[in-house]
């Protein structure tokens, strides 16, 4: 039946029309974007889960930050413990050559002075972003010798979260503690106190003994006490680069295990960009072709809608 007052034949044709329209919009949109689901509209389940794992990812590149900060903070800390090895080396060799009877100790004494000064020197200058691990003041207000990095974020099957550190003890690192409390003043390797008899560091501070960073043969003789006391000096000396071998080996772990922790961050981001895009991304290759597909179709339904539009026309004819 014709009619003129409705066309079902051009209805049918505008209704695959816009079909058509709407599917080309959403691929075009899909090719400009470089996103399947660019908005929750589109995929509410997968919008939020690449949502909350970019926030993830934005958390994790902090932490990879945060990671290279205490990789140089090891680094400074074991560049000036290795600097203090060597000087101490040096004075353990003055010490070794002041031994020999007839020797000029005053002279020897001068040198010795002068690589104290550089220890006390090289402890002070190994600060990076303000935190010095060697020369250290644990009197201060706040003090804590567990350094700690920020190391992971993590988030549970619970959605909740938690930040991983990774800890350096530098009770056992550092060189000098300048604290005003007695019972913690000039407890690090270098001022702290060796045992006059036996060179060993003193568990108990309070007792009587001698630093490497102060102690003085200069007017030591060639008696046979201070001889004695000479080689109490090299074997305290000794046990300091002991300590701060075993320090430095310290510092080496735990900068291996920070570099470790930021190559495992590293490829972790990499990860979770990749599954948020088998989420999210846009096929473009599909997407190019069916971006040339709708573009047919469009143009198909528009010359069908045209069709069935002149159809109406023929009724004309009837009352010429």
């Known amino acids: 039946m014709s009619s003129m007052m409705t066309n079902a034949s051009a209805m049918t044709a505008l209704k695959t029309l816009q079909s058509t329209n709407k599917a080309l919009e959403t691929t075009q949109s ?25 926030s993830d990812n934005k958390a994790l590149s902090t932490v990879k930050d945060a990671l290279g900060l205490g990789a140089a903070k090891v680094d400074t800390a074991y560049t000036g413990i290795n600097a ?36 006390t020197s090289n402890a002070s200058a190994a600060s990076f972003s303000g935190e010095n691990w060697l020369s250290v003041d644990s009197s201060a207000t706040g003090y804590n010798a567990s350094k700690t990095i ?3 974020f993590t988030r549970s099957a619970s959605n909740a979260v938690s930040v991983g550190t990774i ?29 006059a008899t036996t060179g060993l560091y003193l568990a108990d501070q309070t007792t009587a003994g001698f630093t490497v960073a102060s102690l003085s043969i200069a007017s030591l003789t060639n008696s046979a006490a201070d001889l004695t006391t000479i080689e109490n ?19 080496g772990a735990a ?3 920070i570099d470790l922790q930021q190559t495992f961050v590293s490829n972790l981001m990499d990860t979770i960009d990749r599954g948020v895009g088998t989420l999210v991304d846009a096929d ?21 809608l045209s069709i069935a539009n002149s159809n109406s026309q023929s009724i004309l004819s009837l009352f010429r």
């Open 30 to 54: 899909r090719i400009s974007t470089g996103f399947r689901v660019a908005e929750a509209s589109d995929n509410a389940a997968y919008w939020s889960i690449a949502t909350t794992m970019r």
């Open 84 to 119: 203090a090895i060597d000087v101490v080396d040096e004075i353990k060799t003055k010490l070794v050559a002041a031994r020999e009877p007839g020797v000029d100790r005053a002279k020897i004494q001068a040198e010795i002075t002068q690589l104290q000064g550089q220890l």
């Open 150 to 152: 920020v190391a992971s």
């Open 167 to 195: 800890s350096v003890d530098t009770a056992s690192t550092k060189l000098f503690d300048s604290a005003t409390d007695a019972a913690t003043a000039g407890t690090g390797i270098l001022d702290g106190k060796y045992s």
């Open 233 to 251: 000096y090299i074997k305290g000396v000794d046990s300091a680069i002991g300590l701060m071998t075993t320090a430095a080996s310290d510092l």
């Open 255 to 257: 900068k291996k295990r």
């Open 284 to 304: 473009m290759n599909k997407e190019s072709t069916r971006l040339q597909a709708l573009q047919v179709q469009q143009q198909l339904g528009i010359q069908a």
